[in-house]
C-alpha cells in the first residue's frame, strides 16, 4: 500500500520560514512527479511546485524566488522550503505522487495524495 507522509508547517510571522517534507512509502517501480499543491479556506487546489517525470521543477507565480522544491530519490522524499511566507500563503498543503506499481504482471499508475499539513503565516 503506497503512502505519503508530509512534515512540518505550523504558524509563523510573516517573513518567516517554514519547511515541509513528504516521503513516498509502499511497493512502487517510480515516481513519476511529485510535488506539492496547496488550498486556502474557501479557494480551489493549486498547484504550489513540482517536479515533472523529466526532473524538471514548475512553481507558481506567486511563490517563485520565494520557494524552493527539492528532492532526495534515494529516500523517495521531496522537500519545500518557503521563505518570505506572507499571510496569503496560509492554506492546507498536500503532497502529491504519481506512482507506478505492479498490479499482478500489469505496471499501473495512480496519484496519491497525503494528509495535509498546514501553514498559517501571521501578518
Known amino acids: 500500500q503506497v503512502q505519503l507522509v508530509e512534515s512540518g508547517g505550523g504558524l509563523v510571522q510573516a517573513g518567516g520560514s517554514l519547511s515541509l517534507s513528504c516521503t513516498v512509502s509502499?511497493?512502487?517501480?517510480?515516481?513519476?512527479?511529485m510535488g506539492w499543491y496547496r488550498q486556502a479556506p474557501g479557494k480551489q487546489r493549486e498547484l504550489v511546485a513540482v517536479f515533472s517525470s523529466g526532473g524538471s521543477t514548475n512553481y507558481a507565480d506567486s511563490v517563485k524566488g520565494r520557494f524552493t522544491i527539492s528532492r532526495d530519490g534515494a529516500k523517495n522524499t521531496v522537500s519545500l522550503q518557503m521563505n518570505s511566507l506572507k499571510p496569503e500563503d496560509t492554506a492546507v498543503y498536500y503532497c502529491k505522487a504519481d506512482v507506478s506499481y505492479w498490479s499482478g504482471f500489469v505496471l499501473k499508475g495512480m496519484d496519491y495524495w497525503g494528509k495535509g499539513t498546514l501553514v498559517t503565516v501571521s501578518s
Open positions: 509502499g511497493s512502487i517501480v517510480s515516481i513519476n512527479t
